[in-house]
């Protein structure tokens, strides 16, 4: 019992939502172009290890700061789990991210490793200075860049489809940020979204997640179709309502408007692989 205690709260220390997330992004727009079960789960392998020992590496540099906090939904934190342990597992998983990475070829290997890199750099400092969405914006764009690269051939991935990562990445960054906003201010994190304030944060989330469904919709080969517009409408809509509704105290409409802008851009930017088959 205390072995599957262990790993559930080694699980829960991985930041479980983001990582499984990525992957099924990752997972989705390798079959959405076409690659097969074995190179899938390949990429798909190398994606989790990467964001395994980036959810680890992060809980266990931020452990003294999240116990001051009193952040009792990590275990690490929590004293449930040993410092030493998180360690060795991030350290793990990194190795097995080096190795799954590099199978699945030399430049493909190399853009992913390069987007792991960057989400540590983040964990190590970058996020509290004004260049905290750069590590995203980075890791992101590269995501789509390695899931087709990894493909037979090694193509490259259109510009905009790496800008379209890169933009949903940045979003996303700020909209991560919004529910920790006073806690993160209160341990003096400093990064871009802390500095913009809540509605500066919100704003900036919105309009990139607004920017990724607009290049996702309209610049694939081919004529913009009801899909693409009917997305497109429909973020603006829903982002721009959750803003103007956010802005009353104690809402989380905006929070919840954001949230929607980024699942119609992870959407189509699943859809947009199937335009690269």
Known sequence: MSVLRTGVRLALSTHPAPSVAVTTVAALLCAAIGRDLVGGALVSAA???GQLSIGWGNDWLDRDRDRRAGRVDKPLAAGQLSPQLVAR?????????????LLTGVLAGSLHLIAVASGWAYNLG??????SPLAFAVSFGLLPAFVVAAAPGSPAAPPWLVLAGALLGTGAHFANVLPDLAADQAAGVRGAGHRLGRTGCTAAAAGLLLASVA???????????AVGWSALAGAVVLGGAGFVLGRRAGSRAAFGGVL???VVAVVLLVLS?????
Do not use: F, I, N
């Not at 597992?89 to 990475?101: P, R």
């Open 47 to 49: 994606v989790l290890a």
């Open 89 to 101: 597992s991030a350290a793990v998983a990194l190795g097995a991210c080096v190795v799954l990475s």
């Open 126 to 131: 970058l996020k509290a200075t004004v260049a």
């Open 215 to 225: 290049v996702l919709a309209v610049a694939p080969p081919g004529p913009t179709g």
């Open 260 to 262: 929607v802008v980024a």
């Open 273 to 277: 692989g199937t335009r690269l088959r």
